[in-house]
């Protein structure tokens, strides 16, 4: 072989894999920012139906996007790291569970897009300049939670009317949450009904909140879908069925796991929305030109067996509307 061919191959020997690499499409990169991870009970469901939703708009996972998945379980003082994780991975949008983790992203970057998939109050926490017209790097799903006080209430006096008391679950590092306490404050003290305040902002926060509701004597107690509360609230329902105080809250789960009763946002549904968020980010669209949307489904689930240990009987006017009953 002469010089100019030797080289010539050498040439070709070298730039071949350049090009070859040149046309693999890079993959989509989602980042997951969220209490639990698909394998766990309580968020297999929801899970399901987001990657369900993602496939049917053409994702799928290995082959055009990569998941970058962090999961608190609960301990929520991780939100930070895993942060910082995500930014340094260069994910394309960063799925946020709760008003913490979208706090928390916000924190770190105002480029990458952020779908929020739980929140509540995201305009009064500053997450979105309205929910026409976002304005920043999130847009999403709220779960609007405040609307829904006021039916918390009405459920729990039909329950037992002789409730003078109401104990609150929530989470003050959680903006929406805060906020929501806020909302049934007012609620509650118009129908003459007094709040007992049971802030969770640590898991060494809830055998406090416990020992409160016991010593004020709570018969009723409403529990906030955090990601601080999510990872004790077992301990509650145990703790409510052993001093038989009725519960209830917006997070379906919660009742599949023990609680009374819950009315809120069909979670599975709201994650699926979720999804076509991503999806539309992945194409290009800019989370400030994507409405924040509100769920239109609800769903009222009662848990039957909690009720028996309780003793309490259900009324009709409520079994007749609930969309699940847990025998």
Known sequence: MNRRNAISALLAFGTAPICLYAQQPRLARVGILATWPPSAPAAQRTWSAFYAELRARGWDA????????RYTEGRVEKLPAFVGELVAAAVDVIVAGDSLAVDSARKATRTIPIVMTNVSHAVEAGFVASFSHPGGNVTGVTNQLSDLMAKHVEFLRLVRPDMKK???????????????????????RSLGIDVVSLPIGVPADLARGLAVAHREGVLALHVHPTATIAAGFRQIADWAAQNRVISISGRNDFTRGGLLMSYGADTADVYRTSATFVDRILRGAKPADLPVEQPTKFELILNLKTAKVLGVTIPQSILVRADEVIQ
């Not at 290995?62 to 998945?69: A, C, D, K, L, M």
């Not at 989470?171 to 404050?185: I, R, T, V, Y």
């Open 62 to 69: 290995g082959r055009n996007f990569v998941i970058e998945g």
């Open 166 to 188: 109401v104990g609150v679950f929530w989470s003050p590092d959680n903006a929406g949450s805060a906020l929501a306490f806020k909302d049934m404050q007012a609620v509650v």
